[in-house]
């Protein structure tokens, strides 16, 4: 981007200068005056050979700056510096000692990125040294040790000149035996921002502090009530444990005046944490997480950091904007993803951080934009986009660095991150020296960019998406010392994007042509969002027959979010293990209903009942099912009068239900059946069941069987109605025996009391019917005898008498 001149209408103190040329003057004279003593045709090869010694001895000492304090001093600080002295040469080095020199003012922020990069020792370049008064001396320096060193000298006697960055420098000198003169044999340098008397206009600067992991959860759940979360590993609780990445970040964030950036995933992670969870293990084992109280406390902290800041949320998992909008918009479905994962940030930020954040940006890799990243970003609500000044490069010719904010078209806009602010952290920072540099060179940029104008202007920094935690610890101490220094304030992403823009900034969103090809190579593959059209399909046809659908569609939803997540940079095979495994798991939930295999089944007759079973080994009930059976030859078997037949499904979780089809067998052999699931929409529903249909001839034997089991039948009825009859008949001619025999006993009695009367010793006549002794006897059968005569007093007979007609067909003959 363009660089302001290398004026600034101020310049260094008169008096610098002369005190610097006369230094330099005074320790160049004992060279000058070796040089005179030699043959001129020797000079200039003797000059050649010197400067070749110095640029190669420059770098015999490694010189390390572990500490610079304070990082940006006022004018009655003193200034102390520490590190190390490493010789790295075969020779001791003698007569040694460190110094601080302090170089010219860089007045431009290219001036400082080539300070950055020189390596070797530049006479007069790098400066004159420091009173010698401050210098630490060692006596000798063996070949691979390393020494410690501090230098301490008030800031008054750096003979600082007006506000600007200035170089710093931390040099070893020395002899040794093979080249026995003093020379500089190592020096580091750094930056040393000086603004004692504050800024008229100072820059308010965003910093994005972003709280970000990998994807650690699975689709899978429990089947209690609460769903206990599966996650694939327990590299989360190191994370959030005390010392890991993410503690440090929310600790080290917490007293910082900063735009916390979050990706809600890792809340919702963290979150289901608390409430138990289990890891997977070998094959289908899970073990039980044992970390609640870790996850507990690290979301407890977070909450207290985030307090009264401005928190922005960005979609669920951190979709990858840039692979999305070069792989995957042709794939059907795959922007919905993104709209969903939109859609469920705020809600999740909000149930567990318990504010509300933005989502009205979007935050592309690095940065880096195009027309169609811009397309895809703004797709799902999305009205900012967060780019860098790298990417969106200003081509006006700005003697300066515009504000952040500036439109681009159709509504939207980008919010240009700083560049150089931006990736001053990243790399090994785990060495105190490299940190104490990425510090120092940070706010030497960040004042440089303050003095380029008299504009107040709105800047952000936007870092690496997941700080290591030598990083975070590096981004908390540049912040800390640019909010307690003079010439910037803190500002939210939100005020900094609705600043106003500078007219004179560049709004033209790159070609794609321009998009970085190391950016690209590492961008998710079409394949990708073909595998994730392809499980929420899955998905979409599953979900239907659930009773409670959002036990499995809130989960699986979730997962193919983190499946489009940038966290997969880079890791190509580890975010193909994940989509495989959420796939994988979702097949074997859909298989968890299915029809259960049958054997050949037998009918020995024209029509029969068939059953088909349906199982549901799911913990939630099924519905929204027809079972479809189909006769693959209906000319031979029907199945409910055609050639298929079908009837609703509904079975509880746990369960199966037997379904059952009524068929009729117009020929004999054998029959191909296919029975089959259905979604109510008519999508074939898990694998057919096929089994054959053996129809048997019905016999004339059998016929016979079964017509004389009929004739059986019907004579046994006949027969028993028959008996009933007769015994009817009989009870009634019995009851008028009675009655007779009681009359006639009766008319007996009368005419046995009339002859008593008449003739008392009249005999009777036992052949004379009328006489009442013989008709009496022959009446009473068994109860009176010949000899016996009958007399008034006995009783009557209980049976009747037995008569001597022949008994009638069907009647119980008395023998």
């Known amino acids: ?332 479905g795959s922007l919905s993803h993104l709209k969903d994962a939109t859609d469920v940030a705020a809600t999740t930020v909000r149930s567990v951080l318990h504010v509300t954040p933005s989502t009205d940006f979007a935050w592309p890799v690095n940065g880096a934009v195009d027309p169609s990243i811009v397309k895809v970003a703004t797709s799902a609500g999305a009205d900012k986009v967060i780019a860098r000044s790298d990417s969106l490069e200003e081509t006006g010719g700005l003697p300066y660095t515009p504000s952040a904010a500036r439109p681009i078209g159709g509504g939207t806009t980008a919010v240009v991150a700083d560049s150089r602010l931006s990736t001053a952290f990243q790399g090994d920072l785990t060495r105190a020296s490299a940190t104490t540099l990425a510090v120092q060179r940070f706010l030497a940029q960040s004042l440089s ?37 003079t010439w910037s304030e803190a500002q939210d992403l939100t005020a900094t994007a609705q600043a106003k823009p500078d007219p004179a900034a560049t709004t033209k969103v790159p070609s794609g042509s321009s998009y970085p090809s190391s950016l690209r190579k590492r961008e998710l593959p079409r394949a990708t969002f073909e595998q994730v059209a392809t499980t929420q399909d899955k998905l979409d046809h599953f979900k239907v027959i659930l009773s409670d659908e959002s036990r499995v569609v809130t989960p699986f939803g979730r997962a193919i979010n983190r499946e489009m997540s940038t966290s997969w940079r880079g890791r190509a095979a580890e975010a193909t293990a994940f989509r495989d495994g959420v796939e994988s798991y979702l097949d074997d939930l859909t298989d968890q209903v299915r029809l259960i295999d049958k054997s050949e089944t037998k009918l020995s007759g024209r029509s029969a009942v068939i059953p088909v079973t349906v199982q549901n080994n799911l913990v939630q009930g099924v519905d929204n099912l027809v079972l479809r059976l189909t006769s693959t030859s209906p000319t031979r078997l029907e199945i409910g009068g055609n050639a298929y037949s079908e009837k609703p499904v509904t079975v509880s979780g746990g369960h199966s239900q037997s379904v059952k089809f009524t068929t009729s067998a117009n020929a004999n052999g054998r029959v191909t059946v296919v029975a089959q699931l259905f979604t109510e929409d008519g999508q074939a529903y898990g694998a057919p069941v096929t089994f054959d249909v053996k129809v048997t001839e019905v016999t004339a034997t059998v016929m016979l069987v079964i017509g004389g089991g009929v004739l059986l039948l019907v004579l046994a009825g006949f027969r028993m109605y028959t008996q009933r009859k007769r015994a009817a008949a009989r009870r009634a001619e019995e009851a008028e025996e009675v009655e007779e025999a009681e009359e006639a006993e009766e008319a007996e009695d009368t005419k046995a009391a009339a002859g008593a009367e008449g003739t008392d010793d009249s005999t009777g006549d036992p052949g004379n019917p009328e006489d009442p002794a013989g008709r009496h006897t022959e009446e009473s059968g068994t109860h009176a005898g010949a000899d016996d005569p009958q007399q008034p007093s006995d009783p009557t007979p209980d049976t009747p008498a037995e008569s001597a007609d022949p008994s009638g067909t069907g009647e119980r003959v008395d023998r």
């Not at 070749?52 to 006022?74: H, M, Q």
């Not at 930056?191 to 709280?211: E, Y």
């Not at 977070?302 to 995957?328: C, I, M, R, W, Y």
């Open 449 to 485: 960019l303050n003095l380029q104008t008299g504009k107040q202007r709105s800047i952000v920094v936007a870092p690496q998406r997941m700080p290591t935690p030598s990083q975070a610890r590096a981004m908390a101490e540049a912040v800390t010392a640019l909010q307690g220094g």
């Open 1 to 332: 981007m363009a660089e302001a001149p290398d004026f600034q209408g101020t310049g260094p103190s008169p008096a610098r200068p002369w005190l610097r040329r006369t230094a330099a003057l005074i320790a160049s004279a004992p060279l000058l005056a070796g040089l005179l003593q030699l043959p001129a045709p020797q000079t200039a090869d003797a000059a050649v050979q010197t400067s070749a010694k110095e640029a190669s001895g420059s770098r015999t000492v490694a010189v390390a700056l572990d500490s610079l304090s304070p990082a940006v001093p006022g004018e009655d600080d003193t200034l102390t510096v520490s590190g190390t002295v490493t010789n790295k040469g075969k020779q001791p080095i003698t007569d040694a000692h460190v110094d601080l020199r302090v170089g010219p003012e860089l007045t431009t922020r290219s001036e400082i990125d080539s300070v950055s990069q020189r390596t070797d020792y530049a006479f007069g370049t790098d400066g004159v040294e420091v009173d010698d008064s401050h210098a630490q001396e060692f006596d000798k320096l063996t070949p691979g040790v390393a020494q410690r060193f501090s230098i301490s000298v008030p800031v008054e006697e750096l003979d600082l000149g007006n506000s600007g960055v200035y170089q710093l420098g931390v040099s070893l000198s020395g002899e040794t035996s093979a080249q026995p003169w003093e020379q500089v044999l190592g020096i580091q340098r750094t930056f040393l921002p000086w603004q004692p008397d504050g800024s008229d206009r100072t820059t308010k600067t965003t910093f994005l502090w972003p709280v970000m992991a990998s994807s650690h959860m699975t689709a899978e759940t429990g089947s209690n009530e609460q769903q206990t979360p599966v996650f694939s590993n327990d590299d989360l609780t190191k994370e959030i444990s005390a010392g890991g990445r993410l503690e440090q970040l929310v600790s080290l964030g917490r007293d910082l005046d900063v735009t916390w950036v979050i990706d809600p995933d890792l809340l919702a992670s963290v979150d289901a944490m608390t409430r138990g969870y289990e890891i997977q293990g070998e094959g289908d084992t899970t073990t039980p997480g044992t970390h609640q109280a870790v996850a507990k406390q690290w979301l407890a902290q977070l909450q207290k950091a985030v307090a009264g800041k401005e928190v922005v949320a960005l979609p669920f998992g951190d979709p990858d904007l840039a692979s999305l909008a070069h792989n995957g918009t042709a794939v059907t």
